[in-house]
């Protein structure tokens, strides 16, 4: 089993929809969390930390389940501008800070 | 102000060649670190660096890559005898100190390595 899981995608959806990616890590001590967004080469950029408390930026909300192990990013009124792909990373409790990326979630926003 | 960056942004080099790919955090961030990145993957740990020292280097393939950061800024990541499953792209990224919320990380664009 892969230490941080997401499902690779692609999802399709409509503007305007609200889309919800999960990502699980199996490591029960993991300390840190984010999201990345990844355009079509071009590097990752960091789009949010993920709070125990959970966290919203706008049209962008993201979560974290401990008991279940997964974090999740929600996006509403989803714009053509949204479409890239979308990597949760973890940070590892006493690995110092490297971060574990999952594999990358595809999202394609179409008119 | 400045972002990570990375020289060359592509590198083309044939099996067997030795490289280097340089990185140049955020001033004023203590840590750095080496991703590289497959097609279709997320990236994957390499190396990090706290000040001059590699903390962690438990995700180096083998021993043909090294990677140094003697002045606690610039690093330089460095493949010898280079194979074409070496071809990825080398992602660096800096963070403000290592752990904890302060661990938010900063990508360069990367160098595009293609062995032949």
């Known amino acids: 089993r892969k230490e941080v899981e997401q499902d690779p995608g692609p999802f399709n959806v409509p503007e305007g929809a609200t889309v919800a990616f999960n990502c699980t890590y199996s490591?029960?001590?993991?300390?840190?969390f984010f999201w990345y967004r990844q355009d079509c080469r071009k590097e990752p950029k960091l789009l949010m930390s993920v709070y125990s408390s959970g966290n919203e930026d706008g049209r962008f909300t993201a979560q974290l389940n401990r008991a279940s192990q997964y974090i999740s990013l929600l996006i509403r009124d989803s714009k053509l501008s949204d479409s890239a792909t979308y990597l949760c990373a973890v940070n590892p409790y006493n690995q110092g800070g490297k971060l574990i990326f999952g594999q990358g979630t595809e999202l394609s926003v179409k008119p | 102000g400045a972002g990570v960056s990375q020289t060359p942004s592509n590198k083309v080099t044939e099996k067997g060649k030795y490289v280097e790919l340089r990185c140049d955090p955020i001033s004023g961030h203590t840590a750095l670190y080496w991703y590289r990145q497959s097609l279709g993957q997320g990236p994957e740990f390499l190396i990090y660096?706290?000040?001059?020292?590699?903390?962690?280097d438990s995700g180096l393939p083998n021993d043909r890559f090294f990677a140094v950061r003697p002045e606690g800024s610039v690093s330089t990541l460095k493949i010898q005898r280079t194979e074409r499953g070496d071809s990825a792209v080398y992602l660096c990224?800096?963070?403000?100190?290592?752990?904890?919320?302060?661990?938010?990380?900063?990508f360069g664009p990367g160098t595009r390595l293609t062995v032949l």
């Open positions: 490591n029960s001590a993991s300390q840190s």
């Open positions: 660096f706290q000040g001059t020292g590699a903390a962690d």
């Open positions: 990224a800096s963070s403000l100190r290592r752990g904890g919320r302060n661990n938010e990380q900063f």
